[in-house]
């Protein structure tokens, strides 16, 4: 059972355009979000990330829209780029009850092509 | 930032030798550390949560007797994969959970393995 599930598994957006992509949950526990930005052969680099007690978090380019009855969230990159061509996940996790989040969960990925 | 590192970046092994992988938080003390393995296109799936000074806990599905997982340090935790097989080539990512944070956790650049 996939617990966090991604759409669409690839984007192609137009240079200067908005890339959305979306997750959806199904564990309530779930209270981090996270989203990474992979490139081919390197590690996740963490992007942005929100708690369920706010609906919208913007970190420069990037939106985090969360949605809590619905249990989904989405990434929103503003005025795309070419260099923004990655591969993109979600993820989520829970506090543990060692007073630290347990492990992440994440979604397949998103391939997003930004066209020049 | 939080800098995690890996070592080595890439492995090749013959069936049935181990290999150890060596992740490294490079600028902060990091008490739980995630073990990670992603194949070719796919998501990242949590293997294990390594705990300094105590038994790393596995995901279910993950053979512990074949991925041991030692924390001997509060910047230091190592995978070991035993007796590879063919089967065990994948990426491994190791990732550290930012102690100020208590969520965040910061994604080595990985380790390919491949077992021929």
């Known amino acids: 059972q996939q617990q966090v599930k991604q759409s669409p598994q690839s984007l192609i957006v137009q240079k200067g355009g908005i890339s959305i992509i979306n997750c959806a949950y199904e564990n309530t526990a779930f209270d981090y979000f996270p989203w990474y930005q992979q490139f081919p052969g390197k590690g996740p680099a963490l992007l942005i990330a929100i708690r369920p007690d706010v609906s919208e978090k913007k970190e420069g380019r990037f939106t985090i829209s969360f949605n809590k009855s619905a249990k989904q969230f989405s990434l929103h990159i503003m005025d795309s780029q070419p260099g923004d061509s990655a591969t993109y996940f979600c993820?989520?996790?829970?506090?543990?009850?060692?007073?630290?989040?347990?492990?992440?969960?994440f979604g397949k990925g998103t391939h997003l092509i930004i066209q020049p | 930032g939080a800098v995690v590192s890996q070592h080595p970046s890439w492995v090749i092994c013959k069936s049935g030798t181990s290999v150890k992988i060596e992740c490294r938080s490079l600028d902060f003390q990091a008490t739980t550390m995630f073990w990670y393995r992603q194949f070719p296109k796919q998501s990242l799936m949590l293997m294990a949560t390594?705990?300094?000074?105590?038994?790393?806990?596995?995901e279910q599905g993950v053979e512990k007797d074949k991925f041991l997982i030692n924390h001997a340090s509060l910047t230091l935790s190592t995978l070991t994969v035993t007796s590879a097989h063919p089967e065990d080539s994948s990426f491994y990512i190791c990732?550290?959970?930012?102690?100020?944070?208590?969520?965040?956790?910061?994604f080595g650049p990985g380790t390919r393995l491949t077992v021929t």
């Open positions: 990732s550290a959970r930012d102690p100020r944070s208590a969520y965040e956790q910061y």
């Open positions: 993820a989520a996790s829970i506090m543990g009850s060692g007073g630290g989040a347990d492990g992440l969960t």
């Open positions: 390594s705990n300094e000074g105590s038994k790393a806990t596995y």
